[in-house]
């Protein structure tokens, strides 16, 4: 129960008692509104080929716009977050910072998502899509859900006016997995201890398809290549000396 405590705090859930429902009475009215007032289903579309229009030109649009993916991580050892600016042509701008004051994970959300934005508007980015995996942050951003929590009601506030500064500007939910690099950076910057800013080089991330070992073969003592005593016995079917 305490697991599920910790994981469900995230979302702003409110309990209510259900209230006694005879399900005998409802399943009755049901039986007898089978055969009055039936209307069969439509199934013509008249419109689908404008829909296909619509597609093709919000995937236009969609081609011009920068992504930014945030998180934030709060843990024993500390609290940091992590925000991704991802340009048209690929390119990734990381962004992470260490939270030195007490904040909750909803809070660290936040953060992450203020710095992001705020990223985005010293580069004059006109058009961004925002991804982040916290429901909670996402729908009170968009306003599908209302900031009942007296802690988060300036977070949302100051959201609101960044999001001013852009042309055009979407929310959306994205699943953990998917945020794997913004969750890393909140995740490094919660557990790497600092006092003071630290200035790190940006890195760069490569990718090995075999072993380090694969590639440390060295030079034979007579100046031939490593593979000349196999494609010699490939050619002439002759071994070595």
């Given at each position: 129960?305490?697991?599920?405590?910790?994981l469900?705090?995230?979302?702003?859930?409110?309990?209510v008692s259900?209230?006694?429902?005879?399900?005998?009475?409802?399943?009755?009215?049901?039986?007898?509104?089978t055969?009055?007032?039936?209307e069969?289903?439509?199934f013509?579309f008249?419109d689908?080929d404008?829909?296909?229009?619509?597609e093709?030109?919000c995937?236009?649009?969609?081609?011009?716009?920068w992504k930014?993916?945030?998180?934030?991580?709060?843990?024993?050892?500390?609290?940091?977050?992590?925000?991704?600016?991802?340009s048209?042509?690929?390119n990734?701008?990381?962004?992470?910072?260490?939270l030195?004051?007490?904040?909750?994970?909803?809070?660290?959300?936040?953060?992450?998502?203020?710095?992001?934005?705020?990223?985005?508007?010293?580069?004059?980015?006109q058009?961004?899509?925002?991804?982040g995996?916290?429901?909670?942050v996402?729908?009170?951003?968009?306003?599908?859900?209302?900031v009942?929590?007296?802690?988060?009601?300036?977070?949302?506030?100051?959201?609101a006016g960044?999001?001013?500064?852009f042309?055009?500007?979407t929310?959306?939910?994205?699943?953990?997995?998917?945020n794997?690099?913004?969750?890393a950076?909140?995740?490094?910057?919660?557990?790497?201890?600092?006092?003071?800013?630290?200035?790190?080089m940006?890195?760069?991330m490569?990718i090995?398809?075999?072993?380090?070992?694969?590639?440390?073969?060295?030079?034979?003592?007579d100046g031939?290549p490593?593979?000349?005593?196999?494609?010699?016995?490939i050619?002439?079917?002759?071994?070595?000396?």
């Open positions: 129960m305490a697991r599920w405590q910790i469900l705090s995230e979302y702003d859930i409110v309990y259900q209230k006694l429902i005879k399900g005998r009475a409802i399943a009755d009215f049901l039986a007898t509104r055969t009055e007032e039936y069969p289903l439509r013509d008249p689908e404008l829909m296909c229009i619509t093709k030109e995937e236009s649009s969609k081609e011009k716009s930014m993916n945030f998180d934030g991580a709060s843990n024993a050892l500390g609290h940091g977050i992590g925000a991704v600016l991802v048209p042509e690929g990734h701008y990381p962004f992470t910072a260490r030195n004051f007490f904040c909750t994970n909803n809070i660290a959300k936040y953060e992450a998502c203020i710095m992001g934005l705020r990223a985005a508007i010293e580069r004059n980015i058009t961004l899509e925002v991804y995996y916290s429901a909670l996402i729908c009170q951003i968009r306003g599908d859900w209302e009942r929590d007296s802690k988060l009601v300036k977070y949302s506030d100051l959201v960044l999001i001013k500064e042309k055009e500007i929310f959306n939910y994205f699943p953990r997995e998917e794997q690099l913004a969750d950076l909140a995740t490094l910057a919660s557990m790497f201890k600092a006092n003071r800013e630290t200035k790190i940006p890195f760069q490569s090995y398809e075999a072993p380090a070992h694969c590639f440390s073969n060295k030079k034979e003592p031939r490593w593979f000349y005593d196999v494609l010699e016995y050619k002439n079917q002759r071994y070595p000396e």
